[in-house]
């Protein structure tokens, strides 16, 4: 299985046969098949995963951002609300895919 498989379907990195979560936002602390530590056992290592999210969350919000302000007739304003109010529930969704893709890079820089 292909690492960007790995991702898509939110399994472990090193394995990729154990999930990362266990439900909707509650991850394992460790993989349930191969043991790997997903959070390395440090504080704020989800920290980066913060910054997946913006990269994963500024395009679609500008673009709707763009969308509502020039082809809708909205105010800048109005726009920029509107596009945070429409991507709320897709905040779940990027959460746990920033986490999973913050995991695959952080193992494939330093793998041990
Ligand atoms: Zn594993």
Redesign the pocket.
């Given at each position: 299985m292909s690492a960007l498989q790995g991702i898509l379907r939110h399994?472990?990195?090193?394995?990729?046969?154990?999930p990362i979560f266990r439900g909707w936002l509650a991850m394992y602390e460790?993989?349930?098949?191969?043991?790997?530590q997903f959070n390395r056992g440090e504080q704020g290592y989800f920290i980066g995963a913060m910054y997946v999210s913006y990269a994963l969350s500024i395009p679609p919000v500008l673009a709707l951002v763009m969308i509502l302000w020039r082809l809708g007739h909205w105010s800048v304003s109005a726009a920029v609300i509107g596009a945070f109010l429409a991507y709320l529930p897709v905040v779940p969704f990027a959460v746990r895919l920033s986490r999973v893709i913050w995991i695959y890079v952080d193992r494939t820089f330093d793998p041990h």
């Open positions: 399994l472990c990195p090193r394995c990729r046969k154990g460790a993989c349930p098949c191969c043991g790997l």
